[in-house]
C-alpha cells in the first residue's frame, strides 16, 4: 500500500542546536500531519497543513515549531531552539480529502 | 475537548483465545472512531474505522462496533494469531469540519502466546 517516508529514523542533538525532520507523504495525498509521542504516553496532534498553510495546530507546537513544504516535496518539522522536553518520536502523516491518514514509521528525536 | 481512553495496558493471551481491547472516548460531535496497529518498528496502519450507517467493519478478522449509548468501539476477533502481536491505539475524529486531526488513546500492547 502506499507509503510514508521519515528521515532521519533517528536523531541526536544538543539542547539548543537547530533540527529539521522530514516527512516524504503519499505522491498525490494533500493533507499533512505531524504527532508527538513521549516515550510511555500517547500520540499527540501537534499540527497539520494543506495548501501550503497551517490549518490548525495544538497547544504542543510551541513557537519554535514551524513546518513547510518547499518545492511540493517533502513536508517538514523545524524545532529552532530544541529543548529537553522535544525528545520523543515524531509521526507524520498524510491523507487525501477527509480520508484515512498515512502514517510514516516515525523520527525518534533524543535532545541532550 | 476530545478524549480516547483504552484502559489496557498489556493484554497477555494464548493463541486461539478470543480478543477484546477496550476503548471509550468522549467527545462534543459525533466522531468517527478507528483503530490503528502498530508492529514493532513499522508504522502505524489503520486497521478499522467506523461507519456512518452504523455497520460493522471488519478486517483481517477484527470488527468493532460502535455504541454511541455507551461511548465504546471495543475491538474483537474471535481467535488470536501469533501474528497479531502489535500495539494498537483507539482514535477519534470529529465528523464536522475540515480539520481531521486524530485523537489517540494510549494504547494496548497485545501478546499473543503459544
Known amino acids: 500500500g502506499p507509503k510514508v517516508l521519515q528521515i532521519p529514523s533517528h536523531q541526536i542533538i544538543d539542547m539548543g542546536q537547530m533540527v529539521t525532520l522530514n516527512c516524504d507523504p503519499v505522491?498525490?495525498?494533500?493533507?499533512f500531519y505531524w504527532y508527538k509521542q513521549i516515550l510511555g504516553q500517547q500520540m499527540e496532534f501537534l499540527v497539520n497543513?494543506?495548501?501550503?498553510?497551517?490549518?490548525?495546530k495544538s497547544k504542543l507546537f510551541k513557537d519554535q515549531f514551524s513546518v513547510e513544504r518547499p518545492d511540493g516535496s517533502y513536508f517538514t518539522l523545524k524545532i529552532q531552539p530544541t529543548a529537553l522536553e522535544d525528545s520523543a518520536v515524531y509521526f507524520c502523516?498524510?491523507?487525501?480529502?477527509?480520508?484515512?491518514?498515512?502514517f510514516g514509521p516515525g523520527t525518534r528525536l533524543t535532545v541532550l | 475537548g476530545d478524549s480516547v481512553t483504552q484502559t489496557e495496558g498489556l493484554v497477555t493471551l494464548t493463541e486461539g483465545l478470543p480478543v477484546m481491547l477496550n476503548c471509550t472516548y468522549q467527545s462534543t460531535y459525533s466522531p468517527f472512531l478507528f483503530w490503528y496497529v502498530q508492529h514493532l518498528n513499522e508504522a502505524p496502519k489503520l486497521l478499522l474505522k467506523?461507519?456512518?450507517?452504523?455497520k460493522r467493519p471488519e478486517h483481517q478478522g477484527f470488527h468493532a462496533t460502535l455504541h454511541k449509548s455507551s461511548s465504546s468501539f471495543h475491538l474483537q476477533k474471535s481467535s488470536a494469531q501469533l501474528s497479531d502481536s502489535a500495539l494498537y491505539y483507539c482514535a477519534l475524529s470529529a465528523a464536522t469540519g475540515g480539520n481531521n486531526k486524530l485523537t489517540f488513546g494510549q494504547g494496548t500492547v497485545l501478546s499473543v502466546i503459544p
Open positions: 505522491s498525490n495525498h494533500l493533507y
Open positions: 502523516a498524510s491523507s487525501l480529502w477527509q480520508g484515512e491518514q498515512y
Open positions: 467506523s461507519f456512518t450507517d452504523n
Open positions: 497543513f494543506y495548501n501550503g498553510k497551517v490549518m490548525e
